[in-house]
């Protein structure tokens, strides 16, 4: 059972900047490729990015491409997001997740593991 945890959320204005974390009980976070989704209110989880356990291949959803930024710190057991040039658009609830079966699966939704949400808002 591994257990994330995800802070840094809060409210920004509008072409600001956010950095998320996610940590990970479990010693083993490196055999997982991780991921962010996001939920807006009367909207479906989305894909926002994802990373392989080495972290050597990324992932973005063309909303968030070139504004986004995932990584991991596998000796923290720590992923992050770092969002810049935020829009409005962007304000949902944010959910880390961890999978078993890797990057590709996770765009699946394919997902082992999810944390509790960080709420972001940008404001206009």
């Known amino acids: 059972q591994v257990q994330l945890v995800e802070s840094g959320g809060g409210l920004v204005q509008a072409g600001g900047s956010l950095t998320l974390s996610c940590a990970a009980s479990?010693?083993?976070?490196?055999?997982?490729?991780m991921g962010w989704f996001r939920q807006a209110p009367g909207k479906e989880r989305e894909f926002v990015a994802g990373?392989?356990?080495?972290?050597?291949?990324?992932y973005y959803a063309d909303s968030v491409k070139g504004r986004f930024t995932i990584s991991r710190d596998n000796a923290k057991d720590t992923v992050y997001l770092q969002m810049n040039s935020l829009k409005p658009e962007d304000t949902a609830v944010y959910y880390c997740?961890?999978?078993?079966?890797?990057?590709?699966?996770?765009?699946?939704?394919?997902?082992?593991?999810w944390g509790q949400g960080a709420q972001v808002t940008v404001s206009s």
């Open positions: 479990s010693g083993t976070f490196r055999h997982y490729a």
């Open positions: 990373i392989t356990w080495s972290g050597d291949i990324r």
């Open positions: 997740a961890a999978s078993t079966y890797g990057l590709g699966e996770i765009r699946q939704y394919k997902v082992d593991y």
